[in-house]
């Protein structure tokens, strides 16, 4: 692959003593990031400078993906210092990742407090902005916060998209806040964007945790309508619902659903 071969030619570029330059560090960072190879990408960030080979802000925003990729939160809070640390500049893509890996770790204030940073040094934030800070509230269960952002992005005239309200559905979930989500599921669709399995399961585990039965079979039925496939995470959640209100006879209907879909899927 592209990678071995960006690996060989640093190899004979370091036997013959030629310090690699700019470009051909940029090729291999790249080539290790596609490759899923985030402690390489670090290693040749440490040997670019130590050789005293010029670092920008595209370099450590290839390394960051890599370690994004790779679930190296703690290392991409540090890769950002270091930027600050050598004078590199950091751009939005930069703060993205940042907002992205406290995304991943539920820490909303760590991410909303980026926001703002970014707003201070005169960026713009966007969609993915956004989304990394609504991502943060939804795995903290920060519902309202999570609707301030929506609003707030709106405000900016930033038109969500359905990982902006799939989010907003989830963090209404974790608090069994079942009419903002089905508000948010009408908004979405009001929005000219149709539902996918992810947001109709999000809409339907917040109906299911403020015990809303009715609400759970008729969304679980709408998205059949669409010919929305569920997945085995929906069925677990209607299921879910069902032996909460004790519904077995329900149950077993939606348990023997489950069981013939995936049996015509092993049949084809």
């Known amino acids: 692959g592209r990678w071995q071969s960006i690996v060989r030619l640093l190899d004979i570029l370091r036997e013959n003593k030629v310090n690699p330059d700019h470009d051909t560090y940029f090729a291999a960072i790249q080539a290790a990031d596609h490759a899923g ?15 005293d080979v010029k670092t ?46 406290c995304a991943k770790q539920g820490r909303w204030q760590r991410a909303a407090d980026v926001l703002t940073a970014i707003r201070a040094k005169g ?19 920060e519902w309202k916060q ?4 929506l609003q707030e992005m709106q405000s900016y005239e930033i038109m969500p998209d359905i ?12 608090d069994a806040e079942y009419q903002q989500a089905l508000d948010l599921l009408t908004r979405m669709k009001d929005d000219g964007i ?14 299911g945790n403020a015990d809303q039965l009715e609400q759970v079979v008729k969304l679980f039925e709408e998205m059949k309508e669409q010919n929305i496939v569920p997945s085995r995470a929906t069925y677990s959640v209607v299921l879910s619902a069902c032996e ?9 209907k939606f348990l023997e659903e489950r069981d013939s879909q995936v049996a015509g899927k092993i049949k084809r």
């Open 37 to 51: 190879a985030w402690k390489q990408t670090l290693q040749l960030l440490e040997e670019m400078e130590n050789n």
């Open 56 to 101: 920008d802000a595209l370099i450590y925003n290839l390394v960051m993906s890599a370690c994004l990729k790779g679930g190296q939160w703690e290392k991409i809070f540090t890769l950002l210092s270091s930027m600050e640390n050598r004078n590199i500049v950091p751009d939005i893509v930069s703060y993205n990742t940042y907002i992205s890996a």
């Open 123 to 141: 960026l713009v934030p966007n969609l993915r902005s956004y989304n990394g800070v609504i991502s943060a509230c939804a795995k903290d269960g």
């Open 146 to 149: 999570s609707l301030d952002f």
């Open 163 to 174: 990982h902006t309200y799939t989010a907003c559905i989830t963090a209404c979930g974790r």
């Open 194 to 207: 149709s539902p996918d399995m992810v947001a109709y399961t999000a809409t339907i585990s917040a109906c």
């Open 244 to 252: 909460k209100a004790q519904q077995w006879d329900l149950a077993t």
